[in-house]
């Protein structure tokens, strides 16, 4: 399998390490994610809190991460993900132990989240900036996909798992399998032979970041995508963080509930990940965005006034697919068309739109949630992302249909 032309990245050591480090860290990751919102609706049964929460997590983002993509172009990218991984054990732990003597309070959550997330803001831009070096632009379509392929797969094993250990061990058993878990990353990392150097003059903070910015304002297309991943950010993907009122208040099923939620969700994106994987390169990339954005926003929709479990399960899964069929190709799409020299400072506006304007979202949809129902609130944003999605695809099917 590893020297299959489907799963071609694979076949690079240094990629092949990280990959198999990654799948084992991020479903450490997936379950704190999971038995941190239980701990938080646990404390204080308000969705309110659930998006507060969530908005210091990726508060960071949006702060820090411009910094985090010219860190990346200017160190070796190896060393930077060691220090990353190895400080994101320590929120873990701490989480851990203040779980399991009582005396966590959702202040203490709030504060570690946005310790971790400011961790966040580094690593994420050198780590997608980091796939290229691994297997080279010739391969970079099928190591993004890979890539993705991890992340979701630890999206269904994580939360399962996280599920069965709160019902059965407690939530604190979940961060400290979690801090665990990114020994293995650690221990990959430490075995690779590149570093990751890519030599550049500096001209300064600001000049080096208007360097990136300035390549991404040179292409319409790549606007037309960030916008919309703004749109995403904002009112899609925050229903996440209000998962946990759905398992309570509308399917009374409980963490197992929760469990099974985030990871239906991550069935779909996996799915589509492999898929993208196995396809290789997709010839109109554009025309592909277009039907997956538009199969996440009705997706959620469904999901939103959904009362039968299994049917939510099956709206999130189709979900899942469409929201990482879309990201997955716009990040190969930058990719491909970006300069080695640039590429983290380029990532780093990428995560910045994708992942630092989702504070913002989980902050609206955490007080619009609280005053006027989670239910409500996931169905209007169902809404305004068909809306956003069928701008973006009128536009780009109608340049297919002219063709």
């Not at 873990?92 to 997330?117: D, M, P, R, S």
Request: some cysteine; hydrophobic content about 55%.
């Amino acid at each position: 399998m590893l020297n299959s032309e489907k799963f071609r990245a694979l076949s690079f050591r240094d990629f092949r390490l990280f990959w198999f480090g990654q799948l084992i860290s991020l479903s450490g990751t997936w379950m704190q994610s999971v038995a941190q919102g239980w701990l938080v609706y646990s404390l204080t049964k308000s969705p309110f809190y659930l998006g507060m929460v969530a908005a210091a997590s990726s508060l960071p983002i949006l702060l820090f991460t411009l910094l985090g993509g010219i860190i990346a172009d200017r160190f070796p990218k190896r060393n930077i993900l060691l220090i990353t991984q190895a400080l994101s054990i320590i929120p873990a732990l701490i989480l851990g132990v203040l779980t399991n003597t009582g005396t966590a309070t959702v202040w203490h959550v709030a504060a570690l989240a946005f310790f971790l997330g400011t961790i966040n803001a580094i690593d994420i831009p050198t780590r997608q900036s980091f796939l290229a070096e691994m297997v080279g632009k010739g391969h970079i379509v099928n190591a993004i996909a890979l890539n993705s392929a991890a992340f979701n797969g630890a999206r269904i094993i994580g939360p399962m798992i996280a599920g069965l250990a709160i019902s059965y061990l407690g939530i604190p058993a979940c961060f400290f399998l979690n801090a665990v878990s990114f020994v293995a990353v650690i221990a990959a990392l430490a075995c690779m032979r590149i570093k990751g150097e890519i030599k550049t003059g500096s001209k300064g903070l600001l000049s080096d970041f208007m360097e990136g910015v300035s390549y991404m304002k040179g292409s319409r297309e790549i606007i037309h995508v960030m916008l919309l991943i703004t749109v995403f950010s904002l009112a899609g993907l925050p229903y996440i963080s209000l998962l946990p009122v759905f398992a309570e208040e509308v399917f009374h099923s409980g963490a197992k509930g929760l469990g099974f939620l985030v990871s239906a969700s991550g069935i779909g994106a996996l799915t589509a990940a492999l898929a993208i994987a196995v396809k290789g390169d997709i010839k109109n990339k554009t025309r592909f965005m277009s039907y997956a954005c538009l199969g996440f926003s009705i997706s959620l929709f469904i999901f939103s006034f959904s009362k039968i479990f299994v049917v939510s399960l099956i709206a999130i899964m189709f979900g899942g697919l469409g929201m990482v069929s879309y990201l997955a190709t716009a990040n190969s799409y930058i990719q491909v068309s970006v300069p080695d020299e640039l590429r983290g400072r380029v990532m780093s506006v990428y995560s910045f739109i994708f992942l630092g304007t989702v504070p913002i979202g989980n902050a609206i949809m955490g007080i619009v949630a609280d005053k006027a129902g989670t239910t409500h609130t996931v169905t209007a944003a169902g809404v305004l992302c068909i809306i956003a999605s069928g701008i973006f695809a009128k536009k780009y099917l109608r340049k297919v249909g002219a063709s």
